[in-house]
């Protein structure tokens, strides 16, 4: 998928289609077997990381979202930062609100539409950085896939968009609450659009982790970016935990194309790129049609090299999205006839567990957890965790 489709959301398809610091760790081995949380540090397991919270089941990047991840057994949980226009940093997949929040329903906002070129594309709405946060908190959340997830939009109106600082507020009290460690995951969005509106997110971030104490090598902490050089920025601004580099099926990270710099996500995947990343990240954030392509008839194909090459380059691998809906699904692992019902998610994910994936994003955490048990041969819980009962 283009990146620029999945910078502006998700983009679902029809049923019928389907810079530079310290390396880390050894290369993971596969499933089940030691997967780093932070800083090389080593765990027993396969990492399920809360995509935007629970946003298979709540509007995404609310709190309620981030919590109901934790609670359905979510390792981390990942907030997606953007910063307002005082520059605090906010949850939210990008800078453009208009589709996750209620804005367009406040006149008093209305004179703040306009277009902006956010990585290259025109895009029109209303976007963080125009909003201070006291203005951001008279908004409400709303779900962005309202076709998709009808049961989602029962929740429209009640959320407020949540700061980075709640995020870890809610991350330490439900920590303490579960007996378990619930890790966090900030992604730093579009910071090349965001340096140039003047409002870097780079030393905003270091300065939060430093003030809750998590800026270290062995915090449950993962810090991505889809483009480069302000991982090497934040390196250099003094972050200590783990570090992870996205990448993409296609395009480029944006901080290239705006230096002129011919290189691709497809260079960085190569065995040489890969080691260059290794200078300076822990693990890869892949789409995961990077790591198991589907096929021409849209099927689940073969696993490509990609693991492997990772592994040996001494990073691990946490692609992204699993979805669980037929709509997100490779043809051959879809149930039923709507698009959007529920398919063979478990047993997609089990696909890439045993294709040796170190964790994984996932919309529907449960699932996830069930994924990662079926795939190492555990027993499963008589009671499992699930949506309606986590909460
Ligand atoms: O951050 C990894 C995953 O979230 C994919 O990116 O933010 O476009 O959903 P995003
Ligand atoms: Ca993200």
């Known amino acids: 998928m283009d990146r620029r489709r999945v910078l502006a959301g998700i983009v679902a398809t029809p049923l019928a289609a389907a810079p530079l610091a310290a390396s880390v760790a050894a290369a993971g081995p596969a499933l089940a077997a030691a997967a780093p949380t932070a800083g090389g540090e080593r765990r027993r397991s396969t990492l399920v990381i809360g995509h935007r919270g629970a946003s298979g089941y709540r509007p995404e990047h609310t709190l309620a979202s981030y919590e109901l991840a934790a609670r359905l057994g979510a390792d981390f949980v990942e907030p997606d930062l953007v910063p307002t226009k005082d520059g605090v940093l906010v949850c939210r997949h990008e800078p453009e609100i208009g589709g996750t929040t209620n804005v367009a329903d406040h006149p008093e906002f209305a004179g703040r539409k306009k277009t902006a070129s956010l990585d290259g594309v025109a895009t029109t709405g209303w976007f963080t950085e125009d909003f201070t946060l006291a203005e951001l908190k008279t908004l409400r959340a709303k779900e962005r896939l309202p076709e998709v997830r009808q049961e989602n939009t029962l929740y429209d109106g009640l959320f407020e968009v949540p700061t980075f600082t709640e995020v870890l507020d809610l991350r330490a009290r439900l920590s303490k609450e579960l007996g378990r460690e619930i890790g966090v995951y900030p992604e730093t969005k579009h910071p090349t659009y965001f340096a140039k509106a003047g409002l870097p997110l780079e030393q905003r971030l270091v300065d939060t982790l430093n003030r809750y104490g998590l800026n270290r ?26 570090v992870v580099q996205l990448l993409s099926a296609e395009g480029a990270p944006f901080d290239l194309v705006a230096a002129g710099d011919k290189r691709t996500y497809a260079d960085l995947v190569t065995p040489a790129g890969l080691r260059a990343i290794a200078a300076y990240a822990n693990a890869i954030g892949p789409d995961k049609l990077q790591v198991i392509p589907k096929a021409a008839d849209g099927t689940l194909g073969r696993p490509t090299s990609l693991v492997a090459d990772a592994h040996a380059a001494g990073l691990v691998l946490h692609p992204y999205t699993f979805r669980a809906e037929n709509t997100f699904l490779p043809a051959d692992y879809r149930r039923g006839t709507s698009a959007n019902d529920f398919g063979r998610a478990i047993d997609e994910q089990v696909a890439y567990l045993k294709a040796g994936i170190d964790g994984l994003f996932t919309d529907q955490a449960d699932i996830g957890v069930l994924a990662r048990a079926v795939a190492a041969g555990q027993s499963i819980a008589a009671t499992q965790p699930s949506p309606r009962s986590a909460t």
């Open 217 to 242: 090598r062995d915090a449950a902490v993962f810090v991505q970016s889809f483009e480069t050089t302000n991982l090497a920025q934040l390196r250099k601004l003094g972050l200590r935990t783990s």
